[in-house]
């Protein structure tokens, strides 16, 4: 009988495809947030050119600083899954790249705490 309750990252067959699945998903998310900064930027550039009224400027810079961190959050969350992939199939520790990713967190629980905080300030 084989012990199916063994480490996952001692089974390359399940562990590579999960975090090479885990990179793709973080950088897929860090491209989208980076278009849309892009996309509102060039827009928000051509209201301003044409002379049109652009809004409420504190709500559009809160928008702007969330995709920023959003982008800044998945892209270094796709850089952990890869330095953490490396160091479990060259069986070397992660060191101190690896732990200045994993201090990620604290900017993904800044970053909803301050979302929840301009939802519920938000008038609409």
């Not at 885990?22 to 849309?36: D, E, N, P």
């Not at 892009?38 to 809004?55: C, F, I, K, Y």
């Not at 479990?88 to 967190?105: D, H, Q, S, T």
């Amino acid at each position: 009988q084989t012990n199916h309750s063994t480490n996952i990252k001692n089974n390359p067959k399940c562990y590579v495809p999960n975090k090479v699945l885990s990179v793709l998903v973080a950088f897929i998310f860090a491209g989208i947030t980076l278009r849309i900064t892009a996309e509102n930027s060039s827009r928000e550039a051509a209201l301003e050119a044409t002379g049109a009224v652009v809004g409420n400027p504190c709500a559009t810079e809160n928008y702007k600083f969330i995709y920023w961190f959003l982008f800044l959050y998945y892209s270094f969350q796709g850089l952990d899954e890869l330095i953490e992939m490396y160091a479990v199939l060259a069986e070397r520790e992660k060191g101190a790249i690896g732990l200045i990713f994993e201090m990620n967190y604290f900017l993904g629980v800044g970053l909803t705490v301050y979302i929840l905080v301009a939802l519920f300030r938000s008038p609409e």
